[in-house]
């Protein structure tokens, strides 16, 4: 079974407007992490929002939050008032455990397009 | 943040021939790297994971004689393609674990563009 699955291969979203982009996640370890990485074309992997299994709040950071609902095991992206140069791949990741050497799980990806 | 580079960010090269490539932490020391290979507009694929004094952990279907790691300092870990072909022709990213952080985020090197003729 895929470790992380994002349905959305390619999104659109007029600027200033907010998106959400899917994530779900499967594992049976209790202690995990949540992290969205932003991909532009030049290749580089910019590290966004981070959230821990055990966290009370859905992490927030700037105009990024992350939708946690851990029953559903969703980790949804919400951009809010989006800009240009948030057009790029968004990539959500799992690492397992609390070993702090262990895999990252990569999603497949979204690629998402800002509209002027 | 904490910053990892690549060198180079771009190389061509002939079949036949070993390119290799630098994955260096800054303003951290990190005991753990990353090696990761990605295809166009698909996922990153880990290849291995470099810990510094030992040797790398490969992961299943990656040629370990044709992908060197080398992790010799706390700040350089390094692949080298051996024997090149096409096929190999990719983007290949590193990333190191940073400093301790609640997080414990992994830190992106910007990639390197091989590409064998």
């Known amino acids: 079974a895929q470790k992380i699955t994002q349905t959305q291969p390619g999104m659109f979203v007029q600027e200033k407007e907010a998106v959400t982009l899917d994530c779900t996640y499967d594992?049976?370890?209790?202690?995990?992490?949540l992290f969205w990485y932003k991909q532009p074309s030049s290749g580089e992997m910019i590290f966004l929002i981070y959230?821990?299994?055990?966290?009370?709040q859905n992490a927030t950071e700037g105009r990024y939050s992350l939708n946690f609902q851990k029953a559903r095991k969703s980790a949804n992206l919400v951009i809010s008032a989006s800009q240009l140069g948030d057009s790029a791949m968004y990539f959500c990741?799992?690492?397992?455990?609390?070993?702090?050497?262990?895999?990252?799980?990569f999603g497949t990806g979204t690629s998402l397009t800002v509209i002027p | 943040g904490a910053v990892v580079s690549q060198h180079p960010s771009r190389v061509i090269c002939k079949s036949g021939t070993s390119v290799k490539i630098e994955c260096r932490s800054l303003?951290?020391?990190?005991?753990?790297m990353f090696w990761y290979r990605q295809f166009p507009k698909k996922s990153l694929m880990l290849m291995a994971t470099?810990?510094?004094?030992?040797?790398?952990?490969?992961e299943q279907g990656v040629e370990k004689d044709k992908f060197l790691i080398n992790h010799a300092s706390l700040t350089l870990s390094t692949l080298t393609v051996t024997s090149a072909h096409p096929e190999d022709s990719s983007f290949y990213i590193c990333?190191?674990?940073?400093?301790?952080?609640?997080?414990?985020?992994?830190?992106f090197g910007p990639g390197t563009r091989l590409t064998v003729l």
């Open positions: 990333s190191a674990r940073g400093p301790y952080s609640r997080a414990d985020t992994q830190y």
């Open positions: 594992t049976s370890d209790p202690s995990y992490g």
């Open positions: 959230q821990g299994s055990y966290d009370q």
């Open positions: 990741a799992m690492r397992e455990g609390r070993n702090t050497g262990n895999q990252f799980y």
């Open positions: 303003d951290f020391q990190a005991t753990t």
């Open positions: 470099s810990n510094e004094g030992s040797k790398a952990t490969y």
